[in-house]
């Protein structure tokens, strides 16, 4: 279900996704709002789904995972239990941070993040190659990292 969420409902969502530890007086203060309907909500907001969890932002290079790789994946087939063999154990690898099936010369898109290309490697041979039909990789070193964001902008 879809739901559309009116221009307090964005602000909310803009604000948590920016400032999550703030009070929820503050929150509401940012919203103009007084503290109980912006309380009932943020309340509503996780109920409905919408919200799905907060977390803390980690600087990956201060816990020496600083180096990310792009690996492009073909499968040897893509029936749908295939695919679903191949979505469960993707998910039990930690250093994949993202998993994205395409629509192209390639079935997914992982982005991985390591200490180093040697940590890459011994992943890349002993977990990835071997997930469910993986036929070929390929592997894309980051240089940089321009932009990343999880956060979802919500137009007023």
């Known amino acids: 279900m879809r739901r559309n969420l009116d221009p307090i409902d964005r602000r909310i969502v ?3 996704q920016t400032h999550g530890r703030q009070s929820i007086v503050d929150l509401a203060d940012r919203v103009h709002l007084t503290k109980t309907p912006c309380s009932e909500r943020v309340k509503r907001l996780e109920r409905d789904g919408i ?3 907060y977390s803390a932002k980690i600087d990956p290079g201060e816990v020496d995972m600083g180096h990310v790789m792009i690996v492009h994946v073909n499968l040897s087939k893509t029936s749908d239990s295939s695919l679903e063999d191949f979505n469960r154990a993707v998910r039990l690898i930690p250093e994949v941070q993202s998993c994205l099936m395409i629509a192209g010369p390639f079935d997914y898109m992982l982005k991985v993040r390591t200490r180093d290309i040697t940590q890459f490697r011994e992943l890349l041979g002993e977990r990835i190659s071997k997930l469910p039909s993986v036929m070929q990789t390929h592997s894309f070193a980051v ?3 321009v932009k990343e964001t999880s956060m979802i902008e919500m137009s007023l």
């Open 51 to 53: 919200i799905t969890g």
């Open 14 to 16: 803009n604000e948590l």
């Open 143 to 145: 240089m940089e990292t």
